[in-house]
């Protein structure tokens, strides 16, 4: 687990400090703990976000005894991670907005410079877009 993602996880800024982090770890908790209806991977996930927040030296220590084969699932996980954790923190609303709106605008861009069809596909797109909001705008 990264810093970053311990930090959204408690809902609080990469550079939090340590008595920031508890206040949110306590606050998540109340939310999260078994007794009071949540589930034991999540709260186990919330421990593992503190103890990074207040670590880190023990958090690269066992990333370093953990370290899974690379793979691509986190990385299109992401979104929909933030985008959930979002919902319950208004602050990442709009880091969740521009993700989507990379990944929206992104993949059919990489996709089209891969084929070598750029030119030839969005020029008429971005004339009919323009023409499209000089039209709206009358």
């Given at each position: ?57 023990d ?23 933030l ?22 605008v ?33």
């Open positions: 687990m990264t810093r970053q993602d311990a930090a959204d996880l408690l809902g609080v800024g990469v550079d939090a400090d340590p008595q920031e982090v508890q206040q949110a770890f306590r606050r998540q908790s109340r939310r999260l703990h078994p007794d009071n209806g949540g589930e034991a991977s999540q709260f186990i996930l919330l421990q593992r976000a503190r103890d990074v927040m207040l670590n880190p030296a958090a690269t220590q066992m990333k370093a005894q953990i370290s899974p084969a690379p793979s691509v699932k986190p990385l299109l996980s992401y979104p929909v991670r985008s959930i954790a979002a919902i319950r923190h208004p602050h990442l609303r709009s880091r969740a907005l521009k993700t989507w709106i990379a990944i929206i992104g993949l059919p861009l990489v996709y089209l410079i891969a084929h070598e069809l750029f030119a030839i596909v969005m020029l008429p797109l971005m004339v009919a877009l323009i023409i499209w909001m000089v039209i709206r705008s009358r």
